[in-house]
Antibody
């Protein structure tokens, strides 16, 4: 069974760093892209970026380039999303999702990680 | 960048109604179009990919159509479980993604 399991909710202060994770299982982790999506409270879905764990090829949405870093460790089938200095406006639910890179699209999603940034 | 605009933003409908949601691209797309359903507190669920292909396990009352700049998601007979928010997504082989702003389907 394909699963993407994300790390738990985080409460952080502005200026702190954070790395959240997304662990894949039940499929060949290196053969699919992993994308990250932000959903701010009460708002829609925003694509942040995507990584191919096989070779760590990474793409960023222009809106998030320089604001976050996406990485992956294929030895443990885990992708990461990290911030070096959080802002209150980073408060949101973050989802990872598996993507084939072809027409079959984005078929499996993690359960989401809620990040709250507050002083 | 291509913008994806969904309409309507909110739709009020009754059980049994035929419902159509539209997603328009700001220019003819190079890539594919998917539709997702999201319920409160849950991750999005893939319904349709490649504009008209039904994801495995999704009820046949959901269908997708369109090409170029205009795409539609149709629910042939709305069921109580279908009240949710629906998003279109443009994706390509690079890959990059672009989501529409969402359509909330409410009970009339």
């Amino acid at each position: 069974e394909v699963q993407l399991v994300q790390s738990g909710a985080e409460v952080k202060k502005p200026g702190e760093s954070l790395k959240i994770s997304c662990k894949g299982s039940g499929y060949s982790f290196t053969n699919y892209w992993i994308g990250w999506v932000r959903q701010m409270p009460g708002k829609g879905l925003e694509w942040m970026g995507i990584i191919y764990p096989g070779d760590s090829d990474t793409r960023y949405s222009p809106s998030f380039q320089g604001q976050v870093t996406i990485s992956a460790d294929k030895s443990i089938s885990t992708a990461y999303l990290q911030w070096s200095s959080l802002k209150a406006s980073d408060t949101a639910m973050y989802y990872c999702a598996r993507h084939s890179g072809s027409s079959s699209g984005t078929d499996y999603w993690g359960q989401g990680t809620l990040v709250t940034v507050s002083s | 960048d291509i913008q994806m605009t969904q309409s309507p933003s909110t739709l009020s409908a009754s059980v049994g109604d035929r419902v159509t949601i539209t997603c328009r691209a700001s220019q003819s797309i190079s890539g594919w179009l998917a539709w997702y359903q999201q319920k409160p507190g849950k991750a999005p669920k893939l319904l349709i990919y490649d504009a008209s292909s039904l994801e495995s396990g999704v009820p046949s009352r959901f269908s997708g159509s369109g090409s170029g700049t205009e795409f539609t998601l149709t629910i042939s007979s709305l069921q109580p479980d279908d009240f949710a928010t629906y998003y279109c997504q443009l994706y390509n082989s690079y890959p990059t993604w672009t989501f529409g702003q969402g359509t909330k389907v409410e009970i009339k």
